[in-house]
């Protein structure tokens, strides 16, 4: 779709009237950033480390029925989730063909990179 110059000319509304609305040099959209906890994980870290007796009562009664779930999704909402480390093994045909492909992508922006 091509504009034509009248089209680029005329503007939509006024710059004018959204000035007093935007945000003035060197200040933030969101003075207070991003909160670094939410309420219901405070609420879990406070029930783990308040209440240890009422948690073991409460997992023996929850594991006596079969589901210990509960108590990681609350561990995890409290004490965030641990690390998981991931093994990868490769084998020379993966890597060879990995390397070769880097190769030529960057053989082909060299290559482009000169031409303009």
Not at 10 to 17: L, Y
Request: glycine share 8%; aromatic share 6%.
């Amino acid at each position: 779709m091509i504009r034509s110059e009248q089209q680029k000319k005329q503007r939509r509304g006024k710059v004018e009237n959204i000035r007093a609305f935007c945000w003035k040099k060197g200040q933030s959209g969101n003075p207070g950033g991003r909160p670094k906890r939410d309420g219901a994980s405070e609420i879990a870290q406070a029930i783990f480390e308040k209440n240890p007796e009422a948690i073991y009562e409460a997992m023996l009664k929850v594991l006596k029925k079969g589901n210990p779930r509960v108590f990681a999704v609350l561990a995890d909402r409290g004490f965030g989730k641990l690390k998981e480390s991931i093994e990868l093994t490769t084998n020379e045909e993966l890597l060879a063909a990995l390397t070769e492909g880097r190769k030529r992508v960057s053989d082909w922006n060299s290559r482009h990179r000169q031409n303009k």
